[in-house]
């Protein structure tokens, strides 16, 4: 199977080459740029499977490119990864057509994970403000979110526990992750469909028989 293809951009070079020390292993990087009219051309020359950018560059910031990109049709994911720890930030990221929101200082393996996520079509929030997030999307003034898919097999499992009345600290203990990451899965769920409260996400799973 051919690896995934993916462009960078960020206006920092230095943040360039650790970003490609780490997915270099994984996927073809196909090109670099640092400004936002620079990424909007080369998706259209390249076609990347993905899009690693940053929010803040010159010319058109990240969300501004993001919205050109999915203006021309280019079938391309596309994770921001950024300093931007405001929720208003990630919301405007997705409705744009972003599959994923990172913040900079989070572990690399959450990047990973983004990645992954979106190339399945799902999108991926950092726990650093995926509360704000959903709560803010659940709002009369926001619209539903694009890309909400049915949920993966390790959400069917958090679910499943939630139902059987589990904490999210049991979960965390049953499932050997962090509560976090627990966390991290309800919420994103939650954002995805709309859903308020936990026990809203339960009457939905049965309801669509996610979970017996």
Do not use: W
């Not at 073809?28 to 620079?38: E, F, H, Y």
Request: net charge negative; proline share 4%; glycine share 6%.
């Amino acid at each position: 199977m051919s690896r995934k293809r993916v462009l960078l951009a960020d206006d920092h070079a230095m943040f360039h080459e650790g970003l490609e020390r780490l997915l270099s292993p994984i996927y073809d990087i196909v090109g670099r740029v640092q400004d936002g009219r620079a990424l909007v051309e080369m998706a259209a020359e390249l076609l990347p499977d993905l899009i690693v950018a940053d929010i803040s560059m010159p010319e058109l910031n990240g969300i501004e490119a993001i919205r050109e990109i999915k203006a021309s049709a280019i079938d391309t994911k596309i994770v921001l990864l950024t300093m931007h720890e405001d929720p208003e930030y990630a919301i405007e990221a997705l409705h744009a057509g972003a599959l994923g929101y990172v913040v900079k200082h989070s572990a690399s393996t959450e990047l990973l994970s983004a990645l992954e996520e979106a190339l399945s079509g799902r999108m991926y929030v950092t726990p650093r403000v995926a509360k704000e997030v959903f709560a803010r999307l659940s709002s009369a003034n926001h619209e539903p979110v694009r890309g909400a898919r049915e949920p993966t097999p390790r959400q069917r499992e958090v679910l499943k526990l939630l139902l059987e009345g589990c904490s999210a600290k049991e979960i965390a203990r049953r499932l050997g992750v962090s509560q976090r990451t627990v966390e991290h899965h309800k919420y994103n769920m939650m954002a995805q469909l709309g859903i308020r409260t936990t026990a809203e996400l339960i009457q939905y799973a049965v309801k669509q028989g996610l979970i017996e």
